[in-house]
């Protein structure tokens, strides 16, 4: 909101080992110039959060921020009607943006507005940080209007999970022309190791895309009869993250 208060949160307290996780991941992203030195009133903290593999993640805690932050009424795409439109579908690819967020640029009167503290200083941001609430739905623009004529045509767009589908391996070819044409249009890069091209059947937003149909992906399935009573809030958004694929 444009008469919110700026907040300014103190750093975290964190050990030496995690302090030194904090130092390369602030030294990589000025390396990138996806950050900057700030001299902003505004200070979110950093946290770690565990990712699946037991390395940590470096993120920045913008609760306080989106508090305070208009949010943008752009709609998410519909899953169910997402993979209605793959029912048909022989041929399927998806695309991994590298660093989705990061390739979208931060205006620059926003930019002090995304400064995290460390006990390194304080940075901000030059390219659009995960964690802020209008981030989904700025990507999920940014998309559409790059993909605009082949959206649901030949390809589908879940904010950065990009879905190309064809009858026949011949036309999946030239939609993928197509598709690779707009991103560089665009000047969006891909991450090529987590691309997969013209498979017959592959994982897609929770389900199991055949040439036969969709199904409930099993792994997913299993994991929700594995999950164990929940006993904290937390806990609860837990399985309900889980099962969002499927409400």
């Known amino acids: ?4 208060q700026a907040h300014n ?3 975290f307290r964190y050990a030496p080992a995690r302090k030194q996780i904090i130092e390369e991941n602030l030294k990589d992203m000025l ?6 030195p700030s001299a902003s009133s505004w200070a ?4 770690l959060a565990p990712k699946k593999d037991g390395t940590l993640r470096f993120c920045v805690d913008y609760r306080k921020l989106n508090s305070v932050t208009i949010r943008d009424s752009y709609p ?6 997402t993979l209605d439109s793959l029912q ?8 991994d943006l590298r660093s989705g967020y990061w390739q979208v640029e931060m205006d620059k009167n926003s930019r002090e507005k995304t400064a995290f503290v460390t006990h390194k200083g304080l940075f901000e941001f030059n390219v659009m940080p995960f964690g802020l609430t209008n981030a989904p739905a700025t990507f999920q623009r ?19 999970d990009v879905v190309i589908f064809s009858p026949t391996f011949e036309q999946h070819i030239k939609d993928l022309e197509k598709v690779f044409q707009a991103l560089q249009s665009a000047n969006l890069t891909l991450k090529a190791s987590k691309c997969q091209f013209c498979r017959r059947e592959m ?5 199991i895309i055949t040439q036969n149909g969709i199904k409930p992906d099993p792994d997913l399935i299993k994991s929700v009869k594995n999950f164990l009573q929940p006993k904290k809030i937390k806990d609860v958004q837990s399985f309900l993250g889980l099962t969002g694929y499927y409400r």
């Open 76 to 81: 998410i795409p519909r899953i169910d009607d």
């Open 142 to 160: 940014l998309m559409d209007i790059v993909l605009a004529g082949l959206k649901w045509q030949c390809c589908l767009v879940y904010i950065d």
């Open 88 to 95: 048909e579908a022989k041929f399927v690819s998806t695309l």
């Open 31 to 36: 390396d990138q110039g996806i950050i900057s």
């Open 203 to 207: 994982r897609y937003l929770g389900h």
């Open 9 to 11: 949160s103190p750093p």
């Open 1 to 4: 909101a444009p008469d919110a």
């Open 44 to 47: 979110s903290p950093v946290i």
